[in-house]
């Protein structure tokens, strides 16, 4: 089965969840800078988020590059990681409204570690696929930033109870390790596919 | 007529009813863990539906795949489909934010079975137009999962005013049916449909 | 220049237009079927923007398939018919809540007849594109639909104040009239475009 | 790396953006015409900021067709973009609503600016990728539009504070020198690309 629905799909969620997050800014009624102002939590998570949903959208379209036929399996692999990333207006929202107060940055985190554990499956569910000689499995490598993120995840998760500088800044740190491209990927794709 | 517009355009429909879904839950104002607990049960109907979409999804994929050209009849029909799913972020987000009352499981349980009716229209129109022979026909086979699955919606419509536990069970089961991939058209894929 | 992201452009507005529109519906708090009853209007005047979209949606997929290229104009007057569009959730939800009321279909009506020029100017920009023998000017031929549903439009927005049946039955007429294909363009592209 | 998913994620978001744009149009409860006029002047900046996202979504295209391969730094600077373009909701519906007050003014002219710088990195960012002899380089030359439109959003953010009118009035007359079609692209497109 071809991939290009797969990824039409995929991106058409993507496009849609990194939209509509701006619907939970709501425009406040006075016309002034100070209420602007206000808004600016809610700016700034969301300004996270963004970042976030781009570092998936970029791994995912490098990854499927990987990819020339998908089954069932990871059909669903898919969507199950959509419905994680597709929470992300909610728990974003709501970290903003609260000023990232402890439960909501406790939230959040738990979020975030879902859609890491539903890339992995999907990663995983990949490599099944293109048995032994994966091209996938072979640009992944020991995936170093794969196995760093939950674990910055959980400790921001941890920290949210007990600081919640701490806890924000563990989840910033993991979206900053992604922002730098996965040469590795771009590397295989380089090697081994023809433009 | 091509069907690549077609697909194209159930894709982005698709992907938006899916997303919107996660509108109906409305943040809590509250930052406490307790505030999101009381978003469970929208939470839960959210998870139902996503997953029927997914399938719907999914079997959209599968049954267009054997398809190569359209008329306006499948065009017709499968807005028809569309229409009907359009519909589920509301009956999901009534029967989430009123506990699974029984009349939301009652209105969910007919909107299942217009989707369920409207897919079995287009899956006819489509067998009409590739005419004797329709490899599609040949795919589908008896049908029993479609058979199925609109006798389990009937059962949880009916349930809906008696029990709400076991309506919500016969949606519950008719979406587990489902999610075991349909591997007769998977099947006749592979066999018929050079990749 | 392609018309490739022409399509893909207005598919998706095309399909996030007609599933927004169920967002007009709001959820009623009540768990009762009376309580749905109250929705009907609303209900009501969105399977009628729904036919009216995928009307439009589909002339413009049959447009677009006599079509080989596009320039600026042709881009503009898109985006222009898409305007129009986006507007119809709008006026269908203020006519859906406010019942029908004489206004409400006066607004419904301007609406529609602005789709509907902005129809024509797309199909003149394009068949000017296209210069002599141009294969959508000969499709179109005298274009009889075309020049009936504006007429009543106008008669729907003249009634409006006078009688809310006979206005809408206008609307509803029109629908109806454009529900059946447009089989001149089918037979065009049967004849002159290979599949 | 392909251009196609880039090209596609940025039509599903342009798409959204541009359509969400109509939901911040709340629907007035009055089915009165005097009712609809109050609605006028969130409808005037709808279709301004429609205009714009019509012309980055030209503009956008064009650039892309002069495109053959993307790379990390470009896929990033695309979502930047899309970023701030993603704001122009939120700027638009608080301009709206608020009948073109100087803060909102403000506001709208330094997103406006954010985006024009936004769509400047990236063009600059697919020049240096395709290097010397670079099409787009060519085709842009010295990009006198790109030059006058930041300056005339730094006077309309200047003349917020002073006369709302001048400060709108800066922001059209940007608007309508794009309107014109970008002829220098279009000019290179039919000189260098095979169609």
Known sequence: MGKNRLEAF???VLAIIITIMVLEMKVPHEPTLAAIGSVLPVFLSYVLSFIYLGIYWNNHHH??????RVNGTVLWSNLHLLFWLS????????MGENHFAAATL???GINL???AIAYFILQQGIIKLQGAGSILAHAVGRDIKGKISPVLYLLG???SFVSQWASGAFYVAAACMWLI????IEHEVA???PQ
Not at 63 to 68: A, E, F, K, Q, T
């Open 10 to 12: 995929s991106d058409g």
């Open 63 to 68: 990854m499927l590059h990987l990819v020339s």
């Open 87 to 94: 929470l992300l207006p909610f728990t974003t929202g709501w």
């Open 106 to 108: 406790f939230l959040y």
């Open 113 to 115: 570690l879902c859609c």
């Open 157 to 159: 998760i941890g920290a």
């Open 181 to 184: 491209p996965d040469r590795r």
């Open 191 to 193: 090697q081994h596919i």
